[in-house]
C-alpha cells in the first residue's frame, strides 16, 4: 500500500495533464454536440420533408458508423480531400458529430412528447413556430430530456478516452505512455480508473441534483 501510493505520487502529474486534456476535449465536444443536437431535432420535426428527411438521413447515417471509424475517419482520411485537422480537432469534431446523432434524437423525443394540446393552443393565440418553440416547447422540452442528457454526458466523457487512437494526449493516452515506461501497469491504470471516476462520480451527483431541481419546479 505505501508503495502504491509513494508511485502515485509520482505519476499523478504525468497523468494529471492528461486529465486536463480529457476534460477540454469532453466539454468542447459537448458544446457542439448540443448545439448540433438542438439543429437535428429541430429538423427532425420540421413539418417540411425537404428539411426533415435529410436530417433524418444524417443522423442514421452517422449513428450507424461506430465512434472509432468516424475518429479515423476524420483524421485519416479528410487530408486526402484537402481537410488538414490536428488530432486535437479531429478528435473533438468525431465525438461532437457523432454524439450530436444520439442527443437529436434525446431532444426531437422530448419536444415530441410535449403536450399537443398546449401546441395547438400556441397557435390559436397567433404564435408563429419560432415563438412556439422557444416559449412553450422547448422549455417542456429540456424537463423531459435532462435525466438522458445527462446520462449522455458521462457517456461521451468515458468515450473521450478514443481520441487517444489518434494520437490525442488525453488521460488515457498518458495512462498508456506511462505504463510503456515504468511497467507498472497495475499502478498506473489503477490511477487512470480512479481519475475518470473522480470526473463522473460528482458529475453523476450533480446532474442527479439537477433533475431533482427542475422536477420541484414544475
Partial sequence: MIDFV??????????????????????????LATGLGLVWALLRTSNVRWLALPARAVVEFVRGIPLL?????IYFVAPEIGIELTAFQAGVIGLAL???????????????????GQVEAAKSIGMRRPMMMRRVVLPQAFRITLPPYANNI?????????????????LTMQGKMLAYSTFDNMTVFTLVALLYLSLTVPLNFMMGRLEKSVSVGR
Fill in 154 to 170: 458521462v457517456v461521451l466523457l468515458k468515450d473521450s478516452s478514443l481520441v487517444s487512437v489518434i494520437s490525442v494526449a488525453d
Fill in 69 to 73: 471509424v468516424t475518429l479515423f475517419y
Fill in 98 to 116: 457523432t454524439h450530436s446523432c444520439y442527443l437529436g434524437e434525446t431532444f426531437r423525443s422530448g419536444i415530441e412528447a410535449v403536450d399537443h
Fill in 6 to 31: 509513494t508511485r502515485s505520487a509520482e505519476y499523478l502529474p504525468f497523468l494529471a495533464r492528461g486529465l486536463t486534456t480529457t476534460v477540454l476535449v469532453t466539454t468542447l465536444a459537448l458544446c
